[in-house]
């Protein structure tokens, strides 16, 4: 089993920052990704940022120069840093990760851009 839990949600401004962690832990997995989604009300969970243990990642393109995605060294931390954020970043965001055991998501947390 494994399990993954976000931290880091809140409230900001526009033009602000916030800084999302995700800690995954179980035992004996292998992990090949990490990545960062999100759902808005009404709308269908996206698809933010991911990290392949291989070397690639991917943004959706609005959050392209804004948002980096960076997993630790031993990949079982990764983190969403967002920037210039947006009214329309407002989302509940999920971290997840796909490792040998299967596809894992955390419970999600709640990030709201608003002045």
């Known amino acids: 089993q494994v399990w993954l839990a976000e931290s880091g949600g809140g409230l900001a401004q526009p033009g602000g920052s916030l800084r999302l962690s995700c800690a995954v832990s179980g035992s004996r997995f292998t992990i090949s990704s990490v990545a960062w989604y999100r759902q808005a009300p009404g709308k269908q969970r996206e698809l933010v940022a991911q990290?392949?243990?291989?070397?690639?990642?991917i943004y959706d393109p609005s959050v392209v120069g804004r948002f980096t995605i960076s997993p630790d060294s031993a990949w079982n931390t990764f983190h969403l840093q967002m920037n210039d954020l947006k009214p329309e970043d407002t989302a509940v965001y999920y971290c997840?990760?796909?490792?040998?055991?299967?596809?894992?998501w955390g419970p999600g947390t709640q990030v709201t851009v608003s002045s």
């Open positions: 990290s392949a243990v291989r070397g690639s990642t």
């Open positions: 997840q990760s796909d490792t040998d055991m299967g596809s894992y």
